[in-house]
């Protein structure tokens, strides 16, 4: 069965520093999302991407972050100067097709800390 | 940010016995409504889903009851099984073009045999 996934599985980096999260999605899925889940909080969104654009992003989701489809299977999460607040799960979730019929499926998630 | 809530961090079952996992919602706005299943170390798995235009949806085990009018939705698994013992998330979407799931806090489940 098609699976999303997500490397590293743990990234360590200091505050300040860049970290690319990648994500190779589902092979026929157009949609692609990034979350993220403070340990203790609620999944939180991030964005969405589709056709090479962002098409939603949240609150969270400010100057430092970045997202890009580099080729045509993997898709980034770039954190230009990590905080210490950054440590979290990121998970990656593609889908075939958009809302309302929007079942998202998620990758294993990268664990990031941030020291 | 409150629109999808999980009142009950936790529940615990007898195996073969039915499970009933509850969320409820403040935004109207929302159409379509999911359920999540995630183990430690593992990413959310996408267990079934229901359109607001439907007040029930059943695949095997799994039925997802939809109140809209009291903005509530609920989870049935029957019968429960120690496999389901599992951390589920109910997440919620309106249809926007970014569709944005806005997730719940989450219920651990634990299916005792």
């Known amino acids: 069965e098609p699976e999303v996934t997500q490397t590293p599985s743990h990234q360590v980096t200091q505050m300040g520093q860049e970290v690319i999260l990648r994500c190779v999605p589902i092979?026929?899925?157009?949609?692609f999302y990034w979350y993220r889940q403070i340990l203790g909080q609620k999944v939180e969104f991030l964005v969405s991407?589709?056709?090479?654009?962002?098409?939603?992003k949240s609150e969270i989701f400010d100057d430092q972050f970045s997202v890009e489809r580099p080729d045509g299977s993997n898709f980034t999460l770039k954190i230009r100067s990590t905080k210490l607040e950054d440590s979290a799960m990121y998970f990656c979730?593609?889908?075939?097709?958009?809302?309302?019929?929007?079942?998202?499926?998620f990758g294993p998630g990268t664990r990031l800390t941030v020291l | 940010d409150q629109q999808v809530k999980q009142n009950s961090p936790s529940l615990s079952v007898q195996e073969g016995r039915i499970s009933i996992l509850n969320c409820d919602y403040t935004?109207?706005?929302?159409?379509?409504f999911l359920w999540y299943k995630k183990y430690p170390a593992e990413g959310p798995t996408f267990l079934i889903s229901?359109?607001?235009?439907?007040d029930k949806n059943e695949d095997g085990r799994f039925t997802v009851f939809l109140n809209k009018s009291a903005k509530h939705l609920s989870l049935h698994i029957v019968p429960s099984q120690p496999g389901d013992s599992a951390v589920y998330f109910c997440?919620?979407?309106?249809?926007?073009?970014?569709?944005?799931?806005?997730f719940g806090e989450g219920t651990q489940l634990t299916v005792n045999p």
């Open positions: 979730a593609s889908s075939r097709d958009r809302a309302p019929y929007n079942e998202q499926f």
């Open positions: 229901i359109s607001s235009i439907k």
């Open positions: 092979s026929n899925h157009l949609y």
């Open positions: 935004n109207s706005m929302f159409d379509y």
């Open positions: 991407f589709y056709n090479n654009e962002i098409s939603e």
């Open positions: 997440a919620a979407t309106d249809g926007t073009s970014g569709s944005r799931l806005t």
